[in-house]
């Protein structure tokens, strides 16, 4: 396996215009079944959890990080680790010893000069061990309180947005521009297209929209395909989880350990119904497949 930063994978895709799927696996076991989607259709693929959701699931950075470089070697594609939101700087120093390869601070709950000014630590502390940084400016909605725990919604205004990248140095930003965390209550939810458009002309740093799951095909492709390159990297959570409960047979949510002490075959059916959703959305949604030559 490549293992690949935002800094170098992200500006890739935006140049040749498709997204990189950033899959949140939510527990250990299911890193595996990402990663065998996107070899299978050789396309760059990136595996994230959250604080959050280490804290609902039981899983910490450190045994999500060794199970990712336990199994990393069965692959050649091009690869990333990353820790979506977060709020705790010491988190995102766990993440980073457990070797993440970029890291999201979330302090989009800030006024613009504080979001700045933690935004502005957490990229030097990482850059300094050479791993890349998300951040987001405006809130992104939550309908299942697994990813943030806010429910607000705060468009990103693009003058901020110009301003703030140029004084943080991230190497991705994350923009409110309609979406939500978690299943959305109607078919298509309206997305802010020329707040995109506008963010991007101010902007040349890639942009992440978060939020992915349940969002009809073409709003994905739309928001890849704007002059210049639209977002770059769309996180997708929600969609794999549905997927693996199914199969499961399961309504409620497991716990990391509990997910492993299932019946082996059950799992392995479940591993597989999750690993055909990733390669729906590599290959209808994201435009990915075949890009790992790319890098």
């Known amino acids: 396996m490549k293992l690949m930063g935002l800094n170098k994978m992200l500006p890739i895709a935006q ?31 990136i595996v994230q959890m959250s604080a959050n959701e280490f804290r609902w699931f039981e899983v910490s950075a450190t045994e999500f990080g060794e199970a990712f470089h ?19 700087i010491n988190v995102i120093k766990e993440a980073i010893d457990a070797g ?9 709950d800030k006024d613009l000069d504080k979001n700045i000014e933690i935004t502005k630590e957490v990229v030097e502390y990482a850059h300094a061990k050479g791993v890349s940084v998300e951040a987001e400016l405006g809130r992104i909605g939550a309908t299942d309180k ?16 110009k301003r703030f990248v140029e004084e943080t140095g991230v190497d991705a930003l994350a923009v409110s521009i309609g979406t939500a965390h978690g299943v959305y209550a109607v078919k298509d939810p309206k997305i802010d297209f020329d707040r ?6 101010l902007v040349k740093t890639p942009l992440v929209l978060h939020g992915g799951s349940g969002l009809p095909i073409e709003t994905i492709k739309n928001s890849i395909n704007i002059p210049e390159g639209g977002v770059s990297k769309i996180n997708i959570a929600t969609d794999l989880e549905l997927v693996f409960l199914k ?31 990733v390669k729906k ?9 075949d890009k790992s030559a790319d890098f």
């Open 146 to 161: 697994l990813e943030t725990d806010s429910d607000d919604e705060f468009y990103t205004i693009p003058e901020e947005a």
């Open 15 to 45: 140049a040749k215009g498709y997204g990189v799927g950033s899959f949140s696996a939510r527990n250990t076991f299911l890193i595996k079944y990402v990663l065998m989607a996107a070899e299978e259709l050789n396309s760059p693929v």
């Open 247 to 277: 199969a499961l047979g399961k309504e409620k949510r497991l716990l990391n350990k509990e997910i492993w002490q299932l019946d082996a075959e059950l799992l392995e059916k479940a591993g597989m119904a999750v690993k055909e959703e």
């Open 196 to 201: 995109l458009k506008e963010i991007r002309s």
């Open 70 to 88: 336990k199994v990393k070697d069965q692959f050649s594609i091009v690869a990333g680790l990353h820790l979506d939101h977060t709020k705790d």
């Open 281 to 289: 959305k590599i290959q209808e949604y994201l435009g990915s497949a």
């Open 100 to 108: 993440f390869t970029s890291v999201m601070i979330d302090a989009s």
